[in-house]
């Protein structure tokens, strides 16, 4: 309502990485009616500390498994605004699967999950940018991802 | 058609648990023109008895487990009582993945899921109450919870 | 748009199996509006050959795995039809959940889960068969089974 995503984004000073290419047989989101689908994303590569690989609790800690989990959220904004072609478009955030590679004793999917979560906040409020969400432990995930991350926006079309 | 959820709740005996908050960045509940979506809910702490923690096949059974989701059962029908004012305006439950904190080697996840299935049909009916669903194994939760579950209700506003 | 998809399964000569019923308290899908929630399959008992069981990465390859899960495939086109009719009812695919029974450093969950991206292409064609997908590697699935999928199709009625 406020200051919109486009423009929050400025004042965060975020660029967005180049859009992702689907690395097998899918798209990288679809929308039906109202509702964007969005596949799961990985970590992209942002800079050179941000981790993209590595299981959680054994080679990455929270705080690196976290950082990891914003970089797959600047991924999604990314084929968010390639699809929509702004930002601007997105009512809000309906839900999130956040999946976590991390060792069986793991505990703190939360707390990984909320680096892709606080992004969204920021982005679009504390409101619209806070939806459902689930946040779990996966066997393992594709590459050796450290954080793999599928959501559904509410848009206008 | 018949009794309606929240009569069908009283006549059960069943009391529902506080509703629980969010342990990190998100609701509990997200509404969208007539679907609720409903985030990863663990097992309530209801009594003595019920597990809320462990592994199943290694630290619990698979009654136990059971038991468990049943717990997480009446703790998404407090979030959904809480945020849509009533039970009774839920049409149906369209979908339920039910993951499992357990062993590499547990087979059993759809008996355990039930736990929380036949509590959803209790309530709402055999056929509102019983939704497409998928049932599996992970790596691991949040705390160490033995089930966590995510849904969507159709619901009337 | 050209050849539709009973005609097209037709010319690819895919016989489908007979629809799975459900192995505990769920339906094998539900339609809300024109969306049609299917629930998590498993492979179907399709030939000798196709791997049913096991897990990808140790008692099966990535080739086996990628068999399992075009048999999920025929076995959620069959649910698809006995739902709605005929599969010539489908609009689209919207969004598909691929979960891979696999080893904990397994990376090619993706290339398993084509084995049903490529099944929804060739039938529903390269547009409408092609949707939002995540492709993971879980703790472990019902009666290990080596793939369960879930997906989300949109449909006229």
Excluded at 5 to 32: C, F, G, I, N
Excluded at 70 to 75: Q, S
């Amino acid at each position: 309502m406020t200051t919109k995503p486009e423009a929050r984004l400025q004042e965060l000073r975020l660029t967005l990485p180049v859009p992702a290419k689907p690395v097998a047989k899918y798209k990288m989101a679809v929308l039906v009616d109202r509702l964007l689908y969005v596949s799961g994303h990985g970590p992209a590569c942002i800079d050179d500390k941000t981790p993209v690989t590595g299981r959680v609790g054994a080679d990455l800690t929270t705080e690196q498994g976290k950082e990891s989990a914003r970089a797959v959220g600047l991924n999604i904004l990314s084929t968010v605004r390639n699809t929509l072609g702004s930002l601007d478009k997105v009512t809000r955030l309906v839900k999130t699967l956040g999946m976590v590679n991390c060792t069986a004793d793991y505990k703190d999917q939360p707390q990984v999950i909320n680096g892709f979560s606080e992004l969204m906040a920021e982005v679009f409020g504390e409101d619209a940018g806070v939806g459902a969400r689930s946040a779990v432990g996966m066997g393992s995930l594709p590459s050796n991802i450290a954080v793999e991350i599928e959501c559904i926006f509410e848009v206008t079309t």
